[in-house]
């Protein structure tokens, strides 16, 4: 299934024991441009404004018709993992503990986009990490927050701004983003746009540049937010004709 990540951030994240925890944000990295935490909100939990990570390795099921993300760790295992302060970046050091305090083999391991596969449950036990653990592959993670009313910059000109990410949640990847044709007015059209079309991020500008022309984007699969996943669905469908012909 496809899922905008504003609903996604409305669920609760329900730990084995029953517990609920609110989602503030999703950390993807820039490399296979994935989900790799679920940032959680820990006031109610934990003093000082600490964060703490939930990976997809750790999320069973995803139920939107009742508004959950059923985990498949307890309260005391989420509450006890390797915190972060509030605003602390995330090093490949804290990963590492946090992963071998989960049991779970490293992601970032073996060029895929969960170790070797693109199955996130695969990492539920740890692998065979060999002697470099990993430690050349480049990427940074960021904060779809963040992200979001990123400007978008077609071949021609500066052209619209990021509204969603969609993201599969077989996968937790972010397969489109929706995208509005126009910057900040009401009343652009909506459409969706794969990742594989982005040709550089300009981080710093806050803007991300396409391999298309403006007509390209405007003529890009339809996106209706009433309609997410079958919105992905179609795009899925002409992607696959466009590589046919």
Request: charged content about 20%; aromatic content about 12%.
């Amino acid at each position: 299934m496809f899922y905008p990540y504003k609903d996604l951030k409305a669920l609760s994240a329900i730990t084995s024991d029953g517990s609920r925890f609110k989602v503030n944000d999703i950390l993807f990295d820039d490399l296979h441009w994935t989900a790799r935490y679920l940032v959680i909100d820990t006031h109610n939990w934990l003093p000082g404004g600490k964060k703490l990570l939930i990976s997809p390795i750790s999320i069973d099921t995803v139920d939107a018709d009742n508004q959950v993300l059923q985990l498949n760790i307890s309260k005391d295992q989420l509450l006890n993992a390797p915190s972060l302060d509030e605003h602390a970046p995330i090093s490949k050091h804290y990963e590492k503990t946090f992963f071998q305090y989960y049991g779970y083999g490293f992601y970032w391991m073996y060029g895929g986009m969960w170790g070797a596969t693109a199955n996130p449950m695969t990492l539920r036990e740890p692998m065979n990490t060999g002697i470099s653990d990993g430690e050349n592959v480049d990427y940074h993670l960021r904060s779809i927050n963040e992200v979001l009313g990123y400007k978008l910059h077609a071949k021609d000109r500066s052209f619209g701004h990021i509204e969603d990410f969609l993201l599969s949640t077989e996968h937790w990847a972010i397969a489109f983003i929706a995208a509005n044709t126009r910057n900040w007015l009401p009343g652009g059209e909506h459409v969706l746009l794969a990742p594989d079309h982005f040709t550089s991020v300009e981080w710093a500008d806050q803007e991300i540049m396409l391999g298309m022309t403006k007509e390209e984007i405007k003529n890009s699969p339809p996106y209706d937010p009433l309609q997410p996943n079958r919105s992905a669905i179609f795009a899925l469908e002409q992607q696959a004709q466009h590589k046919v012909s």
